[in-house]
């Protein structure tokens, strides 16, 4: 069955995607909470700014479908749970999939499914299992017409940075996004690499699947809007941002600025005018 009419519902007519992932709480992690402690409201201020998509684990999913109306973000699912985030590793590290994903997506009318391809140091088993849990994906997903969306997350170790770290060396981030496409991957999420100008060869590594870069942790609206605007440049297709939305003061405002950048071309300084007026909105209604 052809992923082309969900891809369509996740795209807009310039080829390009916001996802806002919502789905942190998923991890069993502390610091994931921080902005999403009550998911309803955190859910329905983002739906209200009308990204794309808003990433969701099954669990959480119904708070976005049950929604009224016809122009709501459309849904994609995470279902693959890992224990890594954490700043310090666990003698034990799993990445592990709930079972039949692909039809809970399904039923819950998502438009697409996302999971988590590791590349720790000295973790190969990780990044088996993780093989594991593509392999059992993509059957389901071409046969239910389900996107497959591929993370391919290159790692620091632990015992250097502490915690949760990307590792943007462009040596590193291509193989791993030429190897999720290998593996079936409908659409790409990766992390920016140091040098921005050069992310235009990570999109060539996707050999034409939309490549859409990954916020990471939190950082300055002026240096995210930088980043945003520069990876647009280099041909990314979009962003899949979490934490820099719903841990901003005014995600509503946060999502509008981005929406500007990947879908109107808007230079950085229109888009912190967006934010900075939708801040104004906030504080003196």
Known sequence: MSVIPRINRLFGDDGRCFNVAIDHGFFNEWSFLSGIE????????????????????????????????KQKPSLVVRPDVANVYGSELPSYLFSKLIDQAVEQAVKMDAACIVVNL?????????????????????????????????EPLVMLPN????????????????????????????IIKADPCDDLEMYHKVVEAASGKPVLPRGGGKASEKEILERTYALIQQGASGIVYGRNVIQHENPKAMTRAFMAIVHK?????????????GSYEQTHR
């Open 38 to 69: 009550n998911m309803k409201k955190a859910i329905t201020t983002v739906v209200e700014a009308n990204p794309d998509a808003i990433q969701l684990s099954l669990g959480q999913a119904m708070l976005l479908q049950e929604i009224p109306g």
């Open 159 to 186: 015992d250097e940075k502490g915690g949760y770290m990307v590792d943007g060396n462009i040596q590193k981030i291509i193989p791993l996004v030429r190897q999720a496409t290998e593996l079936g991957a409908d």
């Open 265 to 277: 071309n808007e230079d950085v300084n229109t888009a912190m005018r967006i934010l900075e007026e």
């Open 118 to 150: 590791f590349l720790i140091p000295e973790q190969p088993e990780l990044h088996a299992s993780c093989i594991d849990n593509i392999n059992r994906l993509k059957p389901a997903c071409e046969q239910y017409g389900l996107p497959l969306m591929i």
